[in-house]
């Protein structure tokens, strides 16, 4: 499914963006919202905002939003690394 957003003009022009960057720079908007709020998890808002795992994590940064790691993920990370 494909989902189509129209904002009015005076909308995008407050945004300050260059045309051309609006529709990746408002995808990353979205991915860190839903990542901060939970609805999305790490991997899936980085694919949404079509960014590398760097990138993602310093966009994170830049917007002071903790990453969600708990004991579950350590546990999944550890055996992984056991595979490994």
């Known amino acids: 499914?494909?989902?189509?957003?129209e904002l009015p003009d005076n909308i995008l022009q407050a945004?300050?963006?260059p045309e051309e960057k609006?529709?990746?720079e408002l995808r990353i908007?979205?991915?860190?919202?839903l990542y901060e709020k939970?609805?999305?998890s790490f991997?899936?808002?980085r694919e949404l905002a079509d960014l590398s795992?760097?990138?993602f994590l310093e966009r994170l940064n830049e917007n002071k939003i903790p990453l969600h790691y708990d004991i579950?993920?350590?546990e999944q990370d550890l055996e992984v690394i056991k595979k490994l």
């Open 22 to 24: 609006i529709s990746s």
């Open 38 to 40: 939970g609805r999305l």
């Open 53 to 55: 795992v760097w990138e």
């Open 43 to 45: 991997g899936k808002a």
């Open 15 to 17: 945004l300050n963006i």
């Open 72 to 74: 579950k993920d350590l």
């Open 29 to 33: 908007q979205l991915a860190l919202f």
């Open 1 to 5: 499914m494909k989902v189509t957003v």
